[in-house]
């Protein structure tokens, strides 16, 4: 069973056109996240949600919007898309509270923007 | 702020050679580290984690200890093997929020 699953797995995509990557959870966590991996592997928290409600927002592009429809699914979607949003997006789940946040991770999103 | 130093790679090794890859903290806090491996063409794994000072993670022959007086949290295998090829990930939480922030990762290349 898979843990933490995010679609599609790869997205190639012109400038100027809207996308959107799913990410879905089935280990009951209440915090998920997006975070974005560059060519030179360095990642980078986007987003965090508990329990539907946004608790980190980091200094990301207002192009890039999260939505959480329930504690089990977070979305992310891009608009106007732009050749520097290339990368891997990693989407990822941890229980809040917990004193080690230890966060499962999706397989990735690779986004090409040509 | 808090951040992760992690040693640049590539890092290449014969097979059955000794691994050290070091790994820095900022001393912000109480945190929790953690080491994530990503193997090729996916995602992070958690390999092995430590939530206090001087506490031992090991996991698959892998192994850190929590320094506190060096804010170091270093990983080391004794024999590393060919399937160990990945790139890994040195990280840290806040110890009050829930975000992980990452070292740079650091590429481990295992040859015959």
């Known amino acids: 069973d898979t843990a933490v699953s995010q679609t599609p797995k790869y997205l190639v995509t012109q400038m100027g056109n809207d996308k959107s990557i799913k990410c879905e959870q089935n280990?009951?966590?209440?915090?998920m996240y997006w975070y974005k991996q560059d060519s030179k592997k360095f990642l980078k928290i986007m987003f965090s949600y508990n329990n539907k409600e946004l608790i980190i927002n980091e200094t990301v592009p207002n192009r890039f919007s999260p939505k959480s429809p329930d504690k089990a699914h977070l979305n992310l979607h891009i608009n106007s898309l732009e050749l520097g949003d290339s990368a891997v997006y990693f989407c990822?789940?941890?229980?809040?509270?917990?004193?080690?946040?230890?966060?499962?991770f999706g397989q990735g999103t690779r986004l090409t923007v040509v | 702020g808090d951040s992760v130093t992690q040693m640049e790679g590539p890092v290449t090794l014969s097979e059955e050679a000794f691994l050290t890859i070091n790994c820095t903290y900022t001393a912000t806090g109480y945190p929790s580290l953690f080491w994530y491996v990503q193997y090729p063409g996916e995602g992070l794994q958690l390999l092995l984690k430590a939530t206090k000072a001087d506490d031992k993670g090991s996991n698959k022959g892998f192994e850190a200890t929590y320094r506190k007086e060096t804010t170091s949290f270093h990983l080391e295998k004794g024999s590393v093997q060919v399937s160990d090829s990945a790139v890994y990930f040195c990280?840290?939480?806040?110890?009050?929020?829930?975000?992980?922030?990452f070292g740079t990762g650091t590429r481990l290349q295992v040859t015959l």
């Open positions: 280990l009951g966590h209440d915090t």
């Open positions: 990822a789940s941890s229980q809040a509270g917990a004193r080690n946040t230890e966060a499962f």
């Open positions: 990280a840290r939480d806040t110890g009050t929020a829930s975000k992980l922030t």
